[in-house]
């Protein structure tokens, strides 16, 4: 039954990552919730299901841009956001064909290997002073991101949560 003193989002998964469950969205969420989102841009780049991007247009983003590099969870991300009524303000593309802006506020739930190789694309989507959150990450991975993220970014301390983390910050 959807508590009605909370932001709810009605979704199916489908064959994409994402149910707010997992450790990794459930610090991404809770961190969306902690900042003001009112008439900002958010890129969630690895979209998955589309559960981040909708919460941060349910908290009151302007436009969220989602990234994935499967098509499937792109067509999930589409299918959640019909279904929560936020589909002419989420913005969906492959990287093949991803936008060129710099957002307010950056989250990637995806996993170590990805965010290492791709921490000048992911922190390229963030205007300086910007919100940064990573996840999907494991405990053991935490200080080979910190080392990757940390010139670009002035981190917070990490949130740890089971044996993942999440890592956040505001761009330099």
């Known amino acids: 039954m959807p508590d009605p003193d909370a932001v709810n989002i009605m979704l199916d998964p489908g064959l994409a990552f994402g149910t707010g ?27 998955g299901s589309g559960i981040l991007a909708i919460a941060a247009l349910k908290l009151g983003a302007k436009r969220v841009i989602g990234i994935d590099i499967d098509p499937q969870a792109i067509q999930a991300s ?46 390229g989507f963030a205007r300086p002073g910007a919100d940064i959150a990573l996840s999907g990450i494991l405990e053991t ?12 970014c002035r981190l917070d301390p990490v949130k740890v949560q089971d044996e993942w983390i999440r890592i956040s910050g505001k761009k330099r």
């Not at 303000?89 to 990637?108: G, R």
């Open 21 to 47: 469950t997992h450790p990794t969205t459930a610090m991404c969420l809770e961190w969306l919730d902690g900042l003001d989102l009112t008439d900002k841009t958010v890129v969630d780049f690895g979209c």
């Open 78 to 123: 589409e299918a959640n956001a019909l279904r929560n009524n936020v589909e002419d303000k989420l913005e969906l593309y492959l990287p093949a064909n991803q936008p060129q802006l710099e957002a307010d506020v950056v989250v990637a739930n995806i996993l170590a290997g990805p965010l290492r190789e791709l921490e000048a694309v992911i922190t």
């Open 141 to 152: 991975q935490t200080s080979e991101l910190i080392q990757a993220y940390s010139e670009k």
